[in-house]
Nanobody
Framework: QVQLVESGGGSVQSGGSLRLSCVAS??????MGWFRQAPGQEREGVAR???????AYAHPVDGRFIISRGGSQNTVYLQMNNLKPEDTAMYYC?????????????????WGQGTQVTVSS
């Protein structure tokens, strides 16, 4: 069974930065990325990166967040800068074997347990 393990969440003030990390138990993913879910809201895609290094970002985070993939291809990072209170959510690492798939149509088949990010004003 594939495992994705996130780390790096925490609490910061508005304008601060955090870096999330995710390590997968396998290396054959075409896409790795991040979703988030705030209380009472639907889960939404944040960013993803392909095996070839092509990134895609949701509009609310574009220009503030940077996604990258480790050289071993089983790790993915999310550098979050200029954090805002509306970024507060549980962040989930996600991955899929299949690709290419349009960003808006991406439906990962592997998920992590999540790491909490809290941004205070």
């Amino acid at each position: 069974q594939v495992q994705l393990v996130e780390s790096g969440g925490g609490s910061v003030q508005s304008g601060g930065s955090l870096r999330l990390s995710c390590v997968a138990s396998e290396k054959n993913f075409y896409y790795m990325g991040w979703f988030r879910q705030a209380p009472g809201q639907e889960r939404e895609g944040v960013a993803r990166i392909s095996r070839g290094g092509a990134p895609a970002y949701a509009h609310p985070v574009d220009g503030r967040f940077i996604i990258s993939r480790g050289g071993s291809q089983n790790t993915v990072y999310l550098q979050m800068n200029n954090l805002k209170p509306e970024d507060t959510a549980m962040y989930y690492c996600a991955a899929s074997v299949d690709g290419p798939i349009a960003w808006g149509a991406w439906s990962p088949d592997s998920w992590g347990q999540g790491t909490q990010v809290t941004v205070s004003s």
